[in-house]
């Protein structure tokens, strides 16, 4: 069974660039047949889509945050990763990374980590 | 952009109730529609995809409908397990989820 786990500082600088990593375990990063997503969540807050990749490289990031999110995707290591840049408190929550399944518009997203809390303070 | 609205916002139930809850789209979006339950401090968990296909290993008191722009989720007979936040979020190119249905014990 795949499992994923989030890995990355606790705690980021105001301005400076919040960095996770999510490890793909018991599967293959580079099937075509899956997409890897990052979701965040506020405390006590809904969830938010941040975005998503393919094993192709090709990446959907939602509107509001496209200025200032990079994913990439490691197969030798088989991890995929989320770069925020200029992050203000407002980045503050549980980071979560996610996979889906392919067509990405037919399937949800059946495998979660466990999530990362960032807080962003000086 | 395509939003999603949920309604209601809040729902206090008993056990063994049937749970309707509502998801709207401010377009039409087909049947891509998925369905996630939350427990507090835990990932979200895949319910429904395709707007009413249930995911394996989800019990079948789940159950999803609607195309276009409304969408359900009905729970049939409403488990101690079940208290829990719903999360609809359309599967088009940029996935918003909706603002969430929280499910409270009567």
């Known amino acids: 069974q795949v499992q994923l786990q989030e890995s990355g500082p606790g705690l980021v600088k105001p301005s400076q660039t919040l960095s996770l990593t999510c490890t793909v375990s018991d599967g293959s990063i580079s099937s075509g047949t899956y997409y890897w997503s990052w979701i965040r969540q506020p405390a006590g807050k809904g969830l938010e889509w941040i975005g998503r990749i393919f094993s192709s490289g090709t990446t959907n990031y939602n509107p509001s945050l496209k200025s200032r999110v990079t994913m990439s995707v490691d197969t030798s290591k088989n991890q995929f990763s989320l770069k925020l840049s200029s992050v203000t408190a407002a980045d503050t929550a549980v980071y979560y990374c996610?996979?889906?399944?392919?067509?990405?518009?037919?399937?949800?997203?059946?495998?979660w980590g466990q999530g990362t809390t960032v807080i962003v303070s000086s | 952009d395509i939003q999603l609205t949920q309604s209601p916002s809040f729902l206090s139930a008993s056990v063994g109730d049937r749970v309707t809850i509502t998801c709207r789209a401010s377009?039409?979006?087909?049947?891509?529609l998925a369905w996630y339950q939350q427990k507090p401090g835990k990932a979200p968990k895949l319910l429904i995809y395709a707007a009413s296909t249930l995911q394996s290993g989800v019990p079948s008191r789940f159950s999803g409908s609607g195309s276009g722009t409304e969408f359900t989720l009905t729970i049939s007979s409403l488990q101690p397990e079940d208290f829990a936040t719903y999360y609809c979020?359309?599967?088009?190119?940029?996935?918003?989820f909706g603002p969430g249905t929280k499910v409270d014990i009567k």
């Open positions: 996610a996979r889906g399944s392919t067509p990405y518009y037919y399937y949800g997203m059946d495998v």
């Open positions: 979020q359309q599967l088009d190119t940029y996935p918003p």
């Open positions: 377009q039409g979006i087909s049947s891509y």
